[in-house]
């Protein structure tokens, strides 16, 4: 089999054991020690002046090296090998007359070393493959150097492919905290109290660039890069910064994760607002781990003059646990419940259990989605007390119409 073979048939198996590129580089690491029979193995980022340990396996402590672990590049064994000063397997560097004076022989205790140059996919170096002991190992040979470089070029894949999501991670990181710095833009649609008709409150949603993507999107990609808290504070701030242009009789509702209330930089957003007039709507994007954080940060803020709403609610288990936990003050109902009510019994009663579960508990219930006028007189009939959607108005800038489309 040719070394091009080997190195498919690696990259192979890394993938049916559906590693990740992380993993796949520990993976490679480990064997690469194993096989050569070698304390430590390291693979390094090169630049002109410094060696970077970025990963390794085997008793790096030691030799008093880790992670992050930098070198002078000029002084290192690699900076040797890769000029031609070294070739790439040393058996003894203790008696190897260009090894033995070195400083790094000495401050590693180094008895053996073996390297290979890591070379990524775009023929740029990333750094090297080595492996290294404390003994002498006078049985290495060429044909473990020819190993430990098909090691490289398998690993130079897997590093590629991290390097690679490490820029459009560093990309996304960049258009999300613009967004974070400038604000989402926000729009508002408009809350109907369905017995008068009148114009109650709005709902502030986010929005972002034209052909970016919705705001779940944006939202979960930010969670990825661990800026969700803070794209959401971003969005609760300029929501609430229309409440002095707002009337007065009106409230405003913004969206909350779980996490952002129970974090308590919520406080800081609301800073300027007058908390009356706004209502916390906890969203379920992400599932609740601990409901006595987030049940204390709401009756802080209801101890403030806030009212709390839950969305989303139907008749699942999980909907029912989040009621009696989080004890809400207005239950807005699943659209899904919304949708064709008018033609289905079954939501109509789901609806009318949901009404007076609502009643028992001093909550009151809002439907999301209502677009047309025979779902709206259902809904009436049924005793819900508001309603939001496209029958009833668009989401759009303010100011908000003075009164609803139906």
């Known amino acids: 089999m040719s070394e091009t073979d080997i190195c498919g048939r690696m990259l192979c198996d890394a993938r049916k054991a559906a590693l990740d590129p992380e993993e796949a580089v520990s993976w490679l690491l480990s064997l690469a020690r194993r096989h050569l029979m070698m304390e430590l193995s390291w693979v390094s980022r090169l630049t002109t002046e410094v060696q970077t340990?970025?990963?390794?396996?085997?008793?790096?402590?030691?030799?008093?090296?880790?992670?992050?672990?930098?070198?002078?590049?000029?002084?290192?064994?690699?900076?040797?090998?890769?000029?031609?000063?070294?070739?790439?397997?040393?058996?003894?560097?203790?008696?190897?007359?260009?090894?033995?004076?070195?400083?790094?022989?000495?401050?590693?205790n180094i008895g053996a070393y073996i390297g290979a140059p890591v070379v990524l996919d775009d023929g740029r170096l990333h750094g090297m493959l080595c492996c290294l002991s404390h003994d002498a190992r006078p049985e290495l040979s060429s044909q473990d150097a020819r190993f430990l470089a098909l090691l490289a070029e398998v690993l130079a894949r897997f590093i590629s492919h991290l390097a690679h999501k490490r820029e459009d991670r560093d990309l996304l990181v960049e258009r999300i905290t613009t967004v974070i710095r400038d604000r989402p833009t926000m729009i508002y649609q408009p809350v109907v109290a369905i017995r008068t008709r009148q114009i109650i409150g709005a709902e502030a949603l986010a929005r972002f660039p034209p052909g970016s993507g919705g705001p779940e999107a944006w939202f979960t990609a930010a969670a990825s890069v661990g800026l969700r808290t803070d794209l959401e504070l971003a969005a609760i701030v300029n929501a609430l910064a229309v409440l002095p242009v707002l009337p007065d009789h009106l409230w405003l509702s913004v969206n909350a994760s779980p996490t952002v209330v129970a974090c308590g930089r919520i406080h800081d957003a609301m800073a300027a607002a007058s908390y009356g007039r706004v209502v916390i709507e906890v969203t379920e994007h992400e599932c609740i781990e601990d409901y006595e954080a987030v049940r204390a940060a709401l009756d802080d803020l209801r101890r403030r003059g806030a009212r709390i709403a839950v969305d989303d609610v139907g008749v699942a288990n999980a909907d029912l646990n989040r009621l009696l936990q989080l004890t809400p003050d207005i239950l807005k109902m699943d659209?899904?419940?919304?949708?064709?009510?008018?033609?289905?019994?079954?939501?109509?009663?789901?609806?009318?259990?949901?009404?007076?579960?609502?009643?028992?508990?001093?909550?009151?219930?809002?439907?999301?989605?209502?677009?047309?006028?025979?779902?709206?007189?259902?809904?009436?009939?049924?005793?819900?007390?508001?309603?939001?959607?496209?029958?009833?108005?668009?989401?759009?800038?303010?100011?908000?119409?003075?009164?609803?489309?139906a």
Request: charged residues 20%; negative net charge; hydrophobic residues 40%.
């Open 335 to 405: 659209r899904e419940l919304t949708s064709r009510i008018d033609a289905d019994p079954a939501r109509q009663a789901l609806v009318a259990a949901l009404v007076r579960f609502a009643s028992e508990i001093d909550a009151q219930v809002l439907a999301e989605g209502v677009e047309t006028a025979a779902e709206l007189a259902v809904l009436a009939d049924l005793g819900v007390d508001h309603a939001q959607g496209f029958y009833l108005g668009y989401p759009g800038p303010l100011p908000l119409p003075k009164h609803c489309a």
């Open 53 to 108: 340990i970025e990963a390794l396996h085997g008793d790096a402590e030691s030799f008093g090296i880790g992670p992050g672990t930098t070198t002078c590049y000029t002084d290192s064994y690699c900076s040797r090998v890769l000029d031609g000063r070294l070739p790439p397997v040393i058996p003894n560097a203790r008696t190897d007359e260009r090894t033995a004076p070195l400083a790094l022989t000495r401050r590693w």
